[in-house]
């Protein structure tokens, strides 16, 4: 199709599919999300919750192009209930997720310093200190152990708190309530118990940082609210999701372990010089982070793609997991393979919206694999990869517990 004919010819809206929550097990791509991928570039889905339809666009130029085009604004869905995943919807005030430009850079700017290659790079040194004092207690245990529970989870909470500048004394306080809000089994009731407490303990915090000169994340959030750049409300609702991000890591990390774990190919084409990078990247790509659509977008005004017109006021899904299986970008997509270059991959998402932690969730994830393959040499599941338990009823997918023994 040339691009003339798409954006002249318009054709009748495609049925509205029904896209209902499944738990799935290991790696596997939604089959719901394959289907909706073969019906069309463009189709219209209902999730659980929310009212309504929505657009749902899968082929990458697509997804590159709504994600990059101010036509479609995050904030506009905060005035609506459109059909979702989520069974609950509060945005916050400040949520860098729900700001249209010129707020996102506003709101961004103060925070931007703590999540650069360069901040990173002085991190580092320090990471590598906590997953080796995790290491050490995993080997110190000997076999078997869940490495979920010991390495996975507590490593990016620690992280981030050293980020973001939670004193050590807050740190078991903080890391707790962050277990209660991402875990699946706490109910809704606890979610909101250590929702409030954390979100107190963040405002006390910035507060007592208006002061600070130093680069931590509440300091950063303290002088700008300070300098009036940001509102208190709106540091906070920054903070929030910075602070419970590392959850993202441990999941997409637990898909990536357990990936090498079971394709052996896999761990030993890492050996090779220089084929890390790839490797990584390659499973960033294939692996299917999260179920189901993250957050939707609003259209301002009419757009016409591939043929439809999105009419202004109409909610539209991209699927970056989608995107990283388009076979016009990704020859033979379902196919991990670590020679694949070039590699473009939009696991980190696209545009304004892009990942604020993607250079920190790659620090961890290449000291992650690195660190637990070196210190666990003969590294192998503790059951058969089909008795691995998978997180359910959740967003973001990965292994519930990932025995290992070696
Ligand atoms: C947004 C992926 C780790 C903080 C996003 C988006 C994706 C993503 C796909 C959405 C882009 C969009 O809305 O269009 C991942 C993956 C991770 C990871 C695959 C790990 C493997 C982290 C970490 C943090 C973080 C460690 C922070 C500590 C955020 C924030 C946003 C975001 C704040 C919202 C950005 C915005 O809307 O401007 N991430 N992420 N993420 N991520 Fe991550």
């Keep these: ?65 709504i994600t990059n085009d101010p036509r479609f604004s995050r904030t506009e869905v905060t005035r609506r209930q459109v059909t979702r995943l989520a069974p609950n919807f509060a945005p916050r005030p400040g949520s860098l997720a729900w700001a249209d430009q010129p707020d996102h850079n506003r709101l961004r700017k103060p925070i931007a310093g703590a999540f650069t290659v360069g901040a990173m790079k002085r991190l580092r040194p320090r990471a590598h200190g906590i997953l080796d004092e995790l290491l050490d207690g995993v080997v110190r245990d000997g076999p078997p152990a869940d490495l979920v529970e010991r390495v996975l989870e507590p490593f990016p909470i620690t992280v981030v708190s050293e980020v973001m500048g939670v004193p050590a004394g807050d740190r078991e306080q903080v890391h707790a309530w962050t277990r209660q809000i991402i875990s699946t089994s706490g109910g809704s009731e606890a979610a909101d118990r250590a929702k409030n407490g954390m979100y107190g303990w963040i405002t006390d915090t910035i507060r007592a940082r208006a002061q600070s000169t130093d680069e931590d994340v509440y300091s950063l959030l303290g002088l700008a609210v300070g300098r009036g750049d940001i509102s208190e409300e709106e540091a906070v609702g920054l903070a929030g999701p910075l602070q419970i991000g590392g959850e993202a890591v441990t999941h997409n990390c637990g898909q990536m372990l357990f990936l090498m774990l079971t394709r052996p190919e896999l761990r030993e084409r890492m050996q090779e010089p220089g084929a890390r990078g790839p490797v990584l990247d390659e499973l960033l790509r294939h692996i299917p982070h999260r179920a189901s659509v993250g957050l939707a977008r609003i259209a301002l005004e009419d757009v016409v793609l591939r043929g439809h017109r999105i009419s202004a006021g109409e909610p539209v899904y991209v699927s970056y997991l989608a995107a990283n299986r388009d076979p016009e970008v990704f020859p033979d997509p379902d196919r991990i393979d670590p020679d694949r270059d070039p590699n473009p991959h939009v696991a980190f998402g696209n545009g304004v919206h892009y990942c604020t932690g993607a250079v920190l969730a790659r620090l961890q994830i290449e000291l992650l694999v690195d660190t637990v393959l070196e210190r666990l040499p003969g590294l192998r599941l503790a059951v058969p990869a089909d008795q691995v338990v998978w997180r359910r009823k959740t967003m973001i997918r990965g292994p519930q517990t990932l025995p290992v023994s070696w």
């Design 1 to 65: 199709m040339t691009e003339e004919i798409t954006t002249l010819t318009e054709q009748a809206p495609p049925p509205v599919r029904e896209w209902p929550a499944h738990d799935l097990a290991g790696t596997e791509f939604d089959p719901v999300l394959a289907d909706l991928m073969r019906e069309g570039p463009l189709t219209r889905i209902r999730l659980p919750h929310g009212e309504g339809w929505a657009w749902l666009a899968t082929r990458y130029d697509d997804v590159k192009l």
